[in-house]
């Protein structure tokens, strides 16, 4: 750890831009549908210590369904609300003294109740205001590392660190830096692939757009994200079993993953459902590696109850995790391990990885409807992560491909999939 290093950055400028990106389709999660959502862009002009400059980009999806789901601002004004605080973030990371970005990160997520309340009356949940700092940080990450002309997971050691985990996140793993974890970059990434709760699984389904059956002849996927309403456990397994049904008949080793989006009141409910999965269907219960969030953020199940059904399937914190400080109560409340977001920002992203790892933890990296940049950064960070399900989850080309029609231009291989899998370039000085 030290405490200043040359490749500390001052931001001498930070612009902020908004997209609205609208859905082919509705994306329907938990009864909540999803039709449009904005993708904040941050760009920031930082110089290090060594007087070398460089421009960074950062990028997060402001998806107000998934990280603000309920208040009596409507929508609208909840996106508002949002893109002022992703502005608020990005002015308080001006002209403040040389650092790195995860002290930089450090600082401001600090302020999160604060700023966040100061934008509405209504209060801003603190995962929605990470949101907003996520876009700000990663265009710091890629300022930091492009001035010192390095792929930025190269740097995430004490020579470049002013923060070890130990002062992050637990003093435990004092000593210890994200970049202990990381890997040489995968080339080749597997993508998942999701199936909303009113997508259709055949030609001639009810329900819009192309069948799943129709998107694994095309693309050769072999991971499948299945969003369950979480509303009846058997009417969940049924779904559950269909999809496994139609999966399986392009492929033997289809591997399963199960989203109630909340949906489920608490673990009494998911074990139903696991139950009768597993006695209706006994070779998808055995294909569902991992279940992500099965109850509100904001309940605090019984840890025995929840333990006893990750005994059972992987069960992961999704939702409830908005603060590093949770990690250490991880495995105590039961749960088998994290999801890793992206659009949370590269600083909370490499913290609650390397804390998995170093625990044991179940640990995988999932992503809400990334396109163009927060594409782009999604896979690149999931390439240097040695993960329990080792795929991407690339949702856009399915709900909204226009969003990456940049980015295929730029980088054709990274938005076609071909067997099952995208191709990254090799890395550059940067995040991407």
């Not at 130990?166 to 990434?189: H, I, K, Q, S």
């Not at 069948?211 to 509303?231: F, N, P, Q």
């Not at 804390?355 to 044991?360: I, M, W």
């Amino acid at each position: 750890m030290t405490a200043t290093a040359d490749t500390d950055i001052t931001v001498r400028d930070a612009r902020v831009r908004f997209r609205e990106i609208a859905l082919d389709q509705p994306f329907m999660i938990s009864g909540r549908a999803i039709t449009w959502f904005t993708l904040a862009l941050v760009d920031v002009v930082a110089t290090n210590r060594r007087g070398e400059a460089a421009t960074g980009r950062g990028a997060s999806v402001l998806s107000v369904p998934w990280s603000w789901p309920t208040s009596r601002l409507d929508v609208r004004e909840r996106d508002a609300a949002l893109r002022r605080l992703t502005e608020r973030f990005a002015h308080a990371a001006l002209g403040a003294e040389p650092a790195d970005p995860v002290g930089t990160w450090l600082r401001l997520h600090g302020t999160v109740a604060d700023t966040g309340a100061a934008v509405e009356d209504a209060p801003i949940p603190r995962l929605a205001a990470l949101l907003c700092l996520g876009a700000v940080d990663n265009a710091l990450h890629d300022a930091w590392a492009r001035a010192a002309g390095r792929p930025a997971h190269t740097m995430y050691t004490s020579d470049h660190l002013a923060h070890d985990l130990g002062a992050c996140v637990d003093p435990t793993l004092a000593g210890r830096y994200p970049g202990e974890f990381l890997t040489a970059p995968r080339r080749r990434l597997p993508v998942q692939h999701v199936v909303g709760t009113s997508d259709p699984l055949r030609p001639g389904d009810a329900g819009g757009g192309r069948s799943l059956e129709e998107w694994l002849r095309r693309d050769g996927v072999r991971h499948v994200k299945i969003k369950v309403a979480g509303r009846d456990p058997d009417a969940d397994a049924r779904r559950i079993a269909d999809v496994h049904r139609v999966a399986s008949a392009r492929t033997a080793d289809v591997m399963l993953s199960v989203d109630p989006n909340e949906g489920y009141p608490g673990p009494a409910a998911l074990g139903a459902m696991l139950d009768a999965l597993a006695a209706t269907a006994p070779d998808a219960f055995q294909a569902v590696a991992f279940v992500e969030q099965p109850w509100p953020r904001d309940s605090s199940p019984d840890p025995a109850a929840v333990r006893e059904q990750s005994r059972r399937r992987p069960v992961l914190m999704d939702e409830s995790l908005h603060d590093p400080a949770q990690l250490r109560h991880v495995r105590s409340d039961g749960w088998s391990g994290v999801v890793v977001k992206a659009g949370k920002g590269q600083t909370p992203a490499l913290l609650t990885y390397a804390f998995a790892r170093a625990r044991g933890l179940f640990v995988t990296m999932q992503d809400l409807t990334a396109v163009d940049a927060a594409l782009a950064h999604s896979a690149r960070l999931a390439s240097v992560f040695d993960l329990s399900a080792p795929h991407l989850e690339y949702n856009s080309r399915q709900y909204a491909p226009t969003g990456n029609r940049d980015l295929a231009g730029r980088l054709p291989a990274l938005v076609t999939v071909d067997d099952g899998v995208i191709v990254l370039d090799e890395p550059t000085p940067g995040i991407y």
